[in-house]
């Protein structure tokens, strides 16, 4: 079973960018599409956008003009870029393995914006 | 792009049998069978329970079943247990290519 887990800074101020990694393990990165979803606190889910393993995107229209989500296939990791945050962008950050729905999740990690 | 409609919230008594609800447009849930649903208990990542409408991955138990009519899919929860309380949220593919999650239902059981 595929095995995800993100890591990052907790804390990020406004204005700057948050940045996330998604290491794959127990399986390649290949061959599959991988996402990023958000929730803040309290709220419900929200889609970020995805990657294929090749490098072709697609992101939340709500966010595509912030939002770069690459991968490194010699890593087995993806990654999130969110610039110019806000403290609407404080959430829990979680990366998953996606078709059409997401099979695989990681545990989650908390990014809190604030200066 | 919108988020789905869910009830906020849906309670059964233990053994008895609950429905949430997910309500899209043509452009998402009615256009594609690619509406699939998550658990997700407090603190913990969500956990996908049935996938393309109707489909239950590996180890979920077969209380929970989904479907769709037009627009709008349903999760079903037979045979309700004190572990079912829980957030579940309907996700769908959409003709954008893109991926959208319902506003989430909370089911208590009583």
């Known amino acids: 079973q595929v095995q995800l887990q993100e890591s990052g800074p907790g804390l990020v101020k406004p204005s700057e960018t948050l940045s996330l990694t998604c290491t794959v393990s127990s399986g390649s990165i290949s061959s599959y599409y991988w996402s990023w979803i958000r929730q803040p606190p309290g709220k419900g889910l929200e889609w970020i956008g995805y990657i294929f393993f090749s490098g072709s995107t697609n992101y939340n229209p709500s966010l595509r003009s912030r939002v770069t989500i690459s991968v490194d296939t010699s890593k087995n990791q993806f990654s999130l870029k969110l610039s110019s945050v806000t403290a609407a962008d404080t959430a829990v950050y979680f990366c998953?393995?996606?078709?059409?729905?997401?099979?695989?999740w990681g545990q989650g990690t908390l990014v809190t914006v604030s200066s | 792009q919108s988020a789905l409609t869910q009830p906020a919230s849906v309670s059964g008594s233990p053994g008895q049998s609950i429905t949430v609800s997910c309500t899209g447009t043509s452009s998402d849930v009615g256009g594609y069978d690619y509406v699939s649903w998550y658990q997700q208990h407090p603190g913990k990542a969500p956990r996908l329970m049935i996938y393309e409408v109707g489909n239950r991955p590996s180890g979920v138990s077969n209380r929970f079943s989904g479907s769709k009519s037009g627009n709008t899919a349903s999760l079903t929860i037979s045979g309700l247990q004190a572990d079912d309380e829980a957030d579940y949220y309907c996700?769908?593919?959409?003709?954008?290519?893109?991926?959208?999650f319902g506003t989430g239902t909370k089911v208590t059981v009583l």
């Open positions: 998953a393995r996606v078709s059409h729905y997401f099979d695989s």
């Open positions: 996700s769908s593919y959409t003709t954008s290519s893109t991926l959208v």
